[in-house]
C-alpha cells in the first residue's frame, strides 16, 4: 500500500458546487497534515494544516481528519473556476520527519 | 517580503556537467529540503537539513549533493547530471520539523 494515496481524477465539479477531495494513508502513527494546491508548472501552496481528529474550516475550505480511519479530505464550498488546480496531499509521519505526498487529485471547475 | 528564492528557474544541460540549483530563505528557517516531481511519481524528497552542516538523504538521493554552510543557503549540487534527473525541481523551507512546507518557484531542469 502506498504512503499517501489519492484519487488522481480529474474531478470535475461545476461552478458553485461542493468539491470533495479524499486523501488515505498507510502509517498510523501519522500526526500531521497538510493540503496544498498546484496550478501548473507553479510551486505547491498550503491551503490548510490539521493535526487533530475533527473538522478544521478557514473560508470555503474545510479539512477533514479521521485517524482512526487514516482518512483526511479537503471539503471546497462554493468553488470557483480559479480553484482549478492539483491539490496535494501530505502527511508527516511522526515529528520530525519528511513530509509525503500524495500524487494529487486534479480539479476542475466550469463556469 | 518573506519567500524561498530559487535559481535559476530553467535550465538547459548536457550530461555530465556539473550544475548547482541555488535556494535561499529569509524566514531564518532552520529546516530546508529539496524535492523533485515527475509526472505520475509527484514529488519526491532528494535531501533535507534540519540546521546548519546537518544535512540528511531524502526518498532519492542518488545523483545529488547539497550543503548548508549558512542557514539561509541550501543549494543542490548535480556533480555529473543524466538524462533521468530532468525533472522540476522545488526548494521547500519551514521553522521547524512539525510546520508546514512553504516552496520556492521552482527550476526546470532539462538534462540532454
Known amino acids: 500500500q502506498k504512503e499517501v494515496e489519492q484519487n488522481s481524477g480529474p474531478l470535475s465539479v461545476p461552478e458553485g458546487a461542493i468539491a470533495s477531495l479524499n486523501c488515505t494513508y498507510s502509517?498510523?502513527?501519522?500526526?500531521?497534515f497538510f493540503w496544498y494546491r498546484q496550478y501548473s508548472g507553479k510551486s505547491p501552496e498550503l491551503i490548510m494544516s490539521?493535526?487533530?481528529?475533527g473538522d478544521k474550516e478557514d473560508g470555503r475550505f474545510t479539512a477533514q481528519l479521521n485517524k482512526a480511519s487514516q482518512y483526511v479530505s479537503l471539503l471546497i464550498r462554493d468553488s470557483q473556476p480559479s480553484d482549478s488546480a492539483t491539490y496535494l496531499c501530505?502527511?508527516?509521519?511522526?515529528?520530525?520527519?519528511?513530509?509525503?505526498f500524495g500524487k494529487g487529485t486534479t480539479l476542475s471547475v466550469s463556469s | 517580503e518573506a519567500q524561498v528564492t530559487q535559481n535559476p528557474r530553467y535550465l538547459i544541460t548536457v550530461t555530465g556537467k556539473k550544475l548547482t540549483v541555488t535556494c535561499s530563505q529569509n524566514?531564518?528557517?532552520?529546516?530546508m529540503s529539496w524535492y523533485r516531481q515527475d509526472p505520475g511519481l509527484g514529488l519526491r524528497q532528494i535531501y533535507y537539513?534540519?540546521?546548519?552542516?546537518?544535512?540528511d538523504k531524502g526518498d532519492v538521493p542518488e545523483g545529488y549533493k547539497v550543503s548548508r554552510k549558512e542557514k539561509r543557503n541550501f543549494p543542490l549540487i548535480l556533480e555529473s547530471p543524466s538524462p533521468n534527473q530532468t525533472s522540476l525541481y522545488f526548494c521547500?523551507?519551514?521553522?521547524?520539523?512539525?510546520?508546514?512546507?512553504?516552496f520556492g518557484n521552482g527550476t526546470r531542469l532539462t538534462v540532454t
Open positions: 521547500a523551507s519551514t521553522w521547524d520539523r512539525n510546520s508546514p512546507l512553504h
Open positions: 490539521i493535526y487533530s481528529n
Open positions: 524566514m531564518n528557517h532552520e529546516y
Open positions: 501530505a502527511v508527516r509521519k511522526q515529528a520530525g520527519t519528511a513530509l509525503i
Open positions: 537539513s534540519m540546521n546548519v552542516e546537518v544535512t
Open positions: 502509517d498510523r502513527v501519522s500526526q500531521s
